[in-house]
């Protein structure tokens, strides 16, 4: 971590800490949390977190903690408070520094300038930035997951899968969440100046870069292309792996025209049902925000979630007429001049190509396409 600007120091308890260790569920792609170094860099990203709230604060106390995740990338805490002006924040650290040519992308600078233009396109959706250290890579964040009460769209996507009859109304609900999120937000009319107040923000935190705000890691794809040729029985250098790789190009070097500003995850994780009544959703996890072909977000829902972690969804409900007619609805509200079979459109294609190219570059295999629906 780097320095902290000076905030007088705010004591509190190694038993919190302790207790979120223990209550912690490892997921694969996390570092042990048990470990010397992981409670001592808890340790610290604590101490750097209540230094930052105490400065609005100064009387502020540690009550609780939870750790949200301890990835490879970013470390994520909620912390709960007594003397602040919110119950709960959420700290998040990035491991590793920016930089154009970090193969994560711009994980802490897409975030918090991220934050920024979200918030021009859905006033309220994604949560508000409270204090930030770029030397330290540390944000404070709004705390919009709702606590152990809040319940997220996977959450009703696996409930339906588990009791397919009784779950069906709750897969439509998270559709209808979904779609009416992502459209409001893709479809915002501050699009062109959130893109443009983005792009240069990161501009000017990273002069290496050559395109800022495009696609994190854009050649992902290009690297799982020669993976799905050979499943498909392909050679690479041909006429046919040619195509593919115009098709891949088309979506992850879109053209001005095509371009639309989010927060790039469009996992359904990652919008938050609230617990209270009417508070409708609110969305969580900007680091991975850019501008990207409309078509891609198109793709996500057409295939089930594929980069979901959990996902895709079951083929039943994949192929039911709830799915797909959701599927067809959002992308008539996306594409410029929409068809009345989203499968046709050759945008939406190449956006499932990609998708699925990138997939087979991290090790998890989609079925394939046909040649004919690029060709």
């Known amino acids: 971590m780097g320095s902290m600007p000076f905030f007088p120091s705010v004591t509190w308890s190694s038993s919190l800490l302790e207790q979120a260790i223990s209550s912690y569920s490892l997921a694969s792609s996390d570092q042990p949390v048990s470990s010397a170094a992981f409670r001592s860099l808890a340790s610290q990203l604590l101490d750097a977190g209540l230094r930052l709230l105490s400065a609005a604060a100064p009387g502020v106390q540690l009550t609780g903690l939870e750790i949200f995740s301890a990835g490879m990338r970013s470390v994520v805490l909620r912390l709960e408070l007594a003397g602040f002006s919110a119950p709960s924040v959420v700290l998040k650290y990035f491991r590793r520094r920016d930089s154009a040519r970090n193969s994560g992308g711009f994980g802490y600078l897409r975030e918090k300038q991220g934050l920024g233009a979200l918030e021009q396109l859905a006033p309220g959706l994604y949560p508000r930035l409270l204090a930030a250290d770029d030397s330290a890579r540390l944000l404070l964040l709004e705390d919009v997951s709702g606590g152990r009460a809040g319940q997220s769209l996977a959450d009703l996507l696996l409930s339906a899968q588990v009791n397919p009859v009784d779950g069906l109304q709750a897969a439509q609900r998270a559709l209808e969440l979904w779609t009416a999120t992502w459209a409001g937000l893709l479809r915002s009319p501050a ?75 469009f996992s359904p994780a990652n919008l938050v049902q609230q617990a209270a009544p009417g508070v409708g959703v609110r969305g969580i996890d900007a680091e991975g925000s850019c501008w990207h072909h409309w078509a891609l977000p198109v793709a996500e829902l057409q295939l089930g979630f594929p980069s979901w972690p959990e996902g895709p969804v079951s083929a039943d409900l994949l192929g039911s007429d709830l799915w797909q007619g959701a599927a067809q609805r959002f992308y008539e509200q996306l594409a410029p001049a929409p068809l009345s079979d989203l499968g046709a459109d050759r945008s939406v294609v190449a956006a499932q190509l990609t998708i699925r190219a990138i997939l087979a570059e991290q090790g998890k295999v989609l079925s394939a396409l046909p040649m004919e629906a690029y060709s």
């Not at 107040?197 to 854009?218: I, K, N, Q, V, Y």
């Not at 020669?226 to 891949?248: H, I, N, T, Y």
Request: proline fraction near 7%.
């Open 191 to 265: 699009q062109a100046a959130a893109q443009a107040s983005f792009t240069a923000e990161l501009a000017r935190a990273d002069g290496r870069a050559s395109a800022p705000g495009s696609l994190p890691s854009p050649q992902l794809a290009l690297k799982g292309l020669p993976l799905l040729a050979k499943r498909q029985g392909l050679r690479v250098g041909s006429a046919e792996f040619a195509r593919m790789e115009q098709a891949v190009a088309s979506i992850i070097y879109p053209a001005a025209a095509e371009r639309l500003l989010s927060s790039g995850d």
